[in-house]
C-alpha cells in the first residue's frame, strides 16, 4: 500500500465514521467498484488503526465527558456517599455510564452473526441499498419533534432500543451515527443528547472491537511493516478529519433540517453505487 492510497482511505474514514454516510459503506464501495481491495490480513493493521484514530478524535471531542464519568464513577464504586447527586441519587455521569452499558449488551446478540454480516460488505448491490435505507433513517430525523430526555431522564428501555438501533448498525452501508441519533430522537431524547450518547455509546464498542482486531492483526505474521509509515498517514489523517467531521455532526443535528439533508446525498451514492456495480462488476 502507498501512502497516497493510505492518505485517501484515511480521508474517507475520518470524514464518513461520524457523518451519517456509512464509513463501513463508503470503503466497501471504493474497495469494490475501483479494485482498492487489499489483502484482508496484510492490512488488517491499517484497518485498526484508522478505527482507532476515530476512536482518539471521540475521546478528545468529549474528554470533559469521559473524564466526569471515570472520576464519578470511581467514586461511587469507591462507596463515596458524599459524592452522590441530588436526593442521593446517581450523579448525571454516573447513570450515564449505566445507560452506556445496558446499551452495549445488545452487540453480543450480533456476535453469531459477525462474519455473515461482515461478507456482506462484498456486495455492492446489498451496501448501495443499505446506504439508500440510511438516507430515509436520516430523512426521518429531521421530522422528529426534539425531546427532553437527557441522562437524567432517559430509561433503561431507551439505551436498550438506542443500543439495538447500534447492533444493527454494523450492517455494511447503515451508518452507526445515523441510525443511532435518529433512533435517540424517535425516544424523546434531546438533539444534542441524542449525539452525545450515540458516540459516547460507542467508545466500548469499538475500543473491544479495536483491541481483539489488534491481536488479530499481531499474531497473524502477516504484516507488513514497510506498509507502516503510509499506515500511520491514513490514522493522522482519519484522526484529524474525524474530529472534524464529528464538530461538523453536532451543529447539523442541533439544526435539525440541516441533519436531514444528508439523507439526499446517501441517496445519490447509493443509487449511483447501485448503477456502478452493474456497469463495473
Request: aromatic share 12%.
Amino acid at each position: 500500500m502507498n501512502i497516497l492510497m493510505a492518505a485517501f482511505l484515511g480521508l474517507v474514514q475520518g470524514i464518513s465514521e461520524f457523518l451519517p454516510i456509512s464509513s463501513s459503506g463508503h470503503l466497501s464501495i471504493f474497495q469494490n467498484l475501483f479494485n482498492l481491495q487489499y489483502s484482508e490480513d496484510e492490512h488488517l493493521l491499517f484497518d485498526v488503526l484508522l478505527h482507532l484514530a476515530t476512536l482518539i478524535a471521540v475521546f478528545v471531542f468529549y474528554w470533559r465527558d469521559i473524564k466526569a464519568m471515570a472520576k464519578d464513577t470511581v467514586s461511587f464504586v469507591a462507596g463515596n456517599t458524599s459524592d452522590s447527586g441530588e436526593g442521593g441519587r446517581l450523579k448525571p455521569s454516573v447513570r450515564l455510564v449505566f445507560l452506556i452499558i445496558v446499551a452495549t449488551l445488545p452487540l453480543f446478540l450480533m456476535l453469531p452473526f459477525n462474519d455473515a454480516i461482515g461478507s456482506l460488505a462484498s456486495r455492492t448491490p446489498f451496501v448501495a441499498f443499505a446506504l439508500i435505507v440510511t438516507g430515509a433513517l436520516v430523512y426521518i430525523s429531521g421530522k422528529l419533534t426534539e425531546g427532553r430526555k437527557n441522562e437524567k431522564t432517559s430509561s433503561v428501555v431507551d439505551a436498550v432500543v438506542v443500543g439495538a438501533a447500534q447492533a444493527v448498525a454494523i450492517i455494511p452501508g447503515l451508518s452507526r451515527s445515523g441510525t443511532t441519533i435518529t433512533v435517540g430522537l424517535a425516544r424523546g431524547f434531546k438533539r444534542e443528547f441524542a449525539v452525545r450518547f450515540s458516540f459516547l455509546m460507542s467508545i466500548p464498542a469499538v475500543l473491544g472491537s479495536v483491541l481483539l482486531e489488534l491481536i488479530k492483526a499481531l499474531t497473524s505474521g502477516t504484516i507488513v511493516w514497510a506498509n507502516l509509515p503510509a499506515y500511520l498517514v491514513g490514522m493522522a489523517i482519519a484522526g484529524v478529519t474525524g474530529y472534524f467531521a464529528l464538530a461538523l455532526l453536532k451543529k447539523f443535528v442541533l439544526s435539525g433540517e440541516a441533519f436531514s439533508r444528508f439523507a439526499y446525498y446517501c441517496w445519490g451514492a447509493g443509487g449511483l453505487a447501485l448503477i456502478l456495480s452493474f456497469i463495473l462488476e
